[in-house]
């Protein structure tokens, strides 16, 4: 399954792989796909994730979740 979440604050490739890396390690990610110029954050997972998890992720690299879809 995917879910397209929305991550404030990534100004450049560091960020990018600061997100991947952090989301990547929630169990049940299989992939995680990053456009900067949208903040869009396309996750693929075996599950559906916990909201919290991945906004607790996202705030470990130092960025803000605003939004989610799946």
């Not at 916990?50 to 960025?63: Q, S, T």
């Amino acid at each position: 399954m995917e879910t397209v979440y929305t991550v404030k604050g990534m100004t450049c490739g560091h960020c990018v792989s600061s997100v991947s890396a952090e989301v990547g390690r929630i169990d049940g990610v299989t992939g995680v796909r990053i456009d900067l110029t949208t903040g869009a954050v396309a996750v693929t997972s075996t599950e559906p994730l916990a909201r919290a998890a991945v906004a607790a992720a996202v705030d470990e690299a130092g960025y803000e979740l605003i939004g989610a879809q799946s």
